[in-house]
T-cell receptor, first 113, second 114 residues
Framework: EAQVTQNPRYLITVTGKKLTVTCSQN?????MSWYRQDPGLGLRQIYY???????DKGDVPEGYKVSRKEKRNFPLILESPSPNQTSLYFC????????????FGNGTRLTVT | QKEVEQNSGPLSVPEGAIASLNCTYS??????FFWYRQYSGKSPELIMS????GDKEDGRFTAQLNKASQYVSLLIRDSQPSDSATYLC??????????????FGTGTRLKVLA
């Protein structure tokens, strides 16, 4: 089944404790992206990647890191999480960076206390 | 002005009626347009893609695009209570310089009343 898989689905952590949210897609998609979704603010892009070893900042990259060492994986790293990073996170991928719809993972609900 | 604007709603329609959801966008170099449905706490699910002016129909859903007026709409015929969700409009922008990006509206909440 074609899908984008994120893990974990739920995560509660404390301020400053490094964490990684994994994202993997099995559709051989070139483009991958991370979003956070907050009430009233909609989906905001954190980072995106157009292919292996090609990543770039989105609209809200502060406090996040990403890597794209393999085409299928695009992990999101929070080196020192803070409470303002409490949010619902989505990974998404598309066949190419233009004219192709995004396919979303199931989401990760992160709480930083 | 936001790049993609949607009325937040809620839009309430009776079961069996037509629900009309609208989206306007500000960038003139947008090329592709998408409608997603999102249930509370779940991930966005693609409903329709539309790339050229006019109507595109898929089952009970019709997407309408008017690039000159910079709006895209989604009609849901024979609305069902299971259609109650937030509908996100997304625009794939092709800027004159820089990188393609997807811009999302904040969504319209639809409530279908049984």
């Amino acid at each position: 089944e074609a899908q984008v898989t994120q893990n974990p689905r739920y995560l509660i952590t404390v301020t400053g404790k490094k964490l990684t949210v994994t994202c993997s897609q099995n559709m051989n998609h070139e483009y991958m992206s991370w979003y956070r979704q907050d009430p009233g603010l909609g989906l905001r892009q954190i980072y995106y990647s157009m292919n292996v070893e090609a990543t770039d900042k989105g609209d809200v990259p502060e406090g996040y890191k990403v890597s794209r060492k393999e085409k299928r994986n695009f992990p999101l790293i929070l080196e020192s999480p803070s409470p303002n990073q409490t949010s619902l996170y989505f990974c998404a991928s598309s066949r190419s960076r233009n004219n192709s719809p995004l396919h979303f993972g199931n989401g990760t609900r992160l709480t930083v206390t | 002005q936001k790049e993609v604007e949607q009325n937040s709603g809620p839009l309430s329609v009776p079961e069996g009626a037509i629900a009309s959801l609208n989206c306007t966008y500000s960038d003139r170099v947008s090329q592709s347009f998408f409608w997603y449905r999102q249930y509370s706490g779940k991930s966005p699910e693609l409903i329709m893609s539309i790339y050229s002016n006019g109507d595109k129909e898929d089952g009970r859903f019709t997407a309408q695009l008017n690039k000159a007026s910079q709006y895209v709409s989604l009609l849901i015929r024979d609305s069902q209570p299971s259609d109650s969700a937030t509908y996100l409009c997304a625009v794939n922008i092709v800027p004159l310089s820089g990188t393609y990006k997807y811009i999302f509206g904040t969504g319209t909440r639809l409530k279908v009343l049984a």
